[in-house]
């Protein structure tokens, strides 16, 4: 648990659905890492996005896809992109991963996020992870993105429905904060319109488990533990968090439920027994309020995996590809939970 802030403001529940593991070991590797991202993070969180309305269409790095397939699909005007295992894999009845990048809900997937579903792919039985280019801001802030990536969840899970397939929605940062956002509004747009969400015959389709990794999960930013883990945060500054939620919000309230996931009701998930799965770094800003929306999930009865990881940054595990220990013993990680 947080070494840097308060441990009780932050204790998991006794005996809760929520099953933690917690690691607090560094390497020398990855200091040196570290001190690198925070000697150069000006830079890495400067400039304006700049790209077109609507699903961005991709290039998939060859390199980064470990012998793996790709092949492109558009749902509901959303570019998608196929990852395939050159392992054989089902004809029918496969696990679907669909993978929303983080990047401040404004940049597209990064070479590194192409590396991590590769892996994915290769090592889990039977499974398609699929990259989703869903509308970013600033042309698509929530209110225009998100009905759209609503249409495009909808779609997907009847899809997979049809096929007797099963879906894993998954993603990273902001990506992990869409991810929830989306099942959750799913959930209570069911619910609303009085279908019984606690059984598949009598609502719609939904996923199987979330993974989120490193998940924003309140655009208000008013914790004020941020403040506290901000001078232990090589990546990310609590100005970055407050702009890049502001450019995703938008005209919508921050806590808004579609933007802001910990205002939404969590009960939900348990009642259709959806698990979720994530990873909280000690060395994040945005780790305060990721642990309360998980001991929030722990206090309704949601069942999940937790990797809580001190002395580590916002999404550690996506410098896969520069042979950390500490990301390929997070997304070995990964794997294991999601091969279950």
Request: hydrophobic fraction near 40%; glycine fraction near 4%; charged fraction near 25%.
């Amino acid at each position: 648990m947080f070494e840097s802030i308060e441990h009780k403001d932050y204790a998991a529940k006794e005996g809760g659905s929520i099953h933690i593991t917690d690691r607090h070991d560094r390497s020398q590797l990855m200091i040196i890492v570290q001190f690198l991202v925070r000697r150069f993070r000006n830079k890495i969180n400067s400039g304006e996005p700049k790209h077109e309305d609507g699903s961005i269409k991709l290039e998939p790095p060859k390199s980064k896809l470990r012998d793996c397939t790709i092949s492109e699909r558009t749902v509901c005007d959303v570019h998608i992109y196929d990852i395939v295992s050159p392992k054989k894999v089902a004809e029918k009845g496969i696990k679907r991963i669909y993978y929303f990048a983080g990047g401040s809900w404004q940049q597209e997937p990064s070479g590194q996020h192409w590396s991590m579903c590769a892996r994915l792919a290769t090592e889990i039985p039977d499974t398609i992870v699929s990259m989703v280019s869903m509308p970013l801001a600033p042309n698509n802030p929530a209110p225009s993105s998100f009905p759209w990536c609503m249409k495009l969840y909808r779609a997907l899970l009847a899809e997979a429905q049809e096929a007797g397939d099963k879906v894993i929605l998954a993603g990273d940062s902001s990506g992990a904060n869409v991810v929830l956002c989306l099942t959750l509004e799913a959930l209570r747009e069911d619910a609303d319109n009085a279908l019984d969400v606690s059984t598949e015959q009598k609502s719609n389709p939904h996923p199987i488990a979330l993974m989120v990794i490193s998940p924003s999960t309140d655009l208000t930013r008013k914790n004020a533990d941020i403040d506290k883990i901000a001078k232990h945060d090589p990546l990310l500054t609590p100005d970055v968090i407050k702009q890049t939620a502001k450019a995703w919000h938008a005209d919508w309230d921050p806590t808004d439920r579609r933007v802001s996931p910990i205002y939404a009701d969590i009960s939900l998930l348990a009642k259709r027994n959806i698990k979720v799965h994530g990873i909280a770094a000690g060395c994040d800003v945005l780790a305060p309020d990721g642990v309360i929306f998980r001991n929030r999930c722990s206090e309704s009865n949601v069942e999940g995996e937790w990797l809580h990881w001190e002395k580590q940054m916002h999404c550690f595990v996506l410098t896969l590809p520069y042979g950390l220990r500490e990301a390929e013993e997070g997304v070995r990680w990964v794997i294991d939970v999601l091969k279950e």
